[in-house]
C-alpha cells in the first residue's frame, strides 16, 4: 500500500492531498470520481461508450459545438437536469460525431425560466 496512512488504535487515517487520494483510490477499482453540488460520487470508469445512450445533441437542439485547442468539445445546449459529469452523449454534427463522454457541465437558470441552459465540455476521443 503506497498511500500515506497513520496507524491508530481504532484505524488508519490517510493523509495528504484529498484529490491524489481520490485519484489513487479510484484508480485502484478502475473508475473515477467527480464533484457535484458539494457531493463527491465514485463512478465506473468506462472507456468505451454504452451501447444504449440515451441523450443525442445535433443541430435541431443545440448550436454547433466549438472544438477547443485541447481537443475539449464545447456544446451550449438547453438545460438538461439529468444529465452529469461521466454520462455519455451522442454528438451528431458534420465534423463532430459519435459517443462522447461528458468532462464538466455548467449550467444557468433564473427564477422565471427565461435564461435556462447548460455549457457541457466532453472530451475528444
Known sequence: DSLPEIQYNNGKVYHGSAVSLLNSLCARAGGSFYIQNGAI??????????SNIGI??????????????????KLETPLVPSLNPNDWVTL????ISGPHKIYKIESEFDNFGEACGSEIICRSK
Do not use: H, Q
Open 41 to 50: 460520487s465514485i463512478t465506473n470508469s468506462l472507456n468505451s461508450a454504452p
Open 56 to 73: 443525442v445533441f445535433n443541430g435541431n437542439n443545440c448550436a454547433r459545438p466549438d472544438e477547443e485547442k485541447d481537443l475539449n468539445i
Open 92 to 95: 451528431e454534427f458534420k465534423n
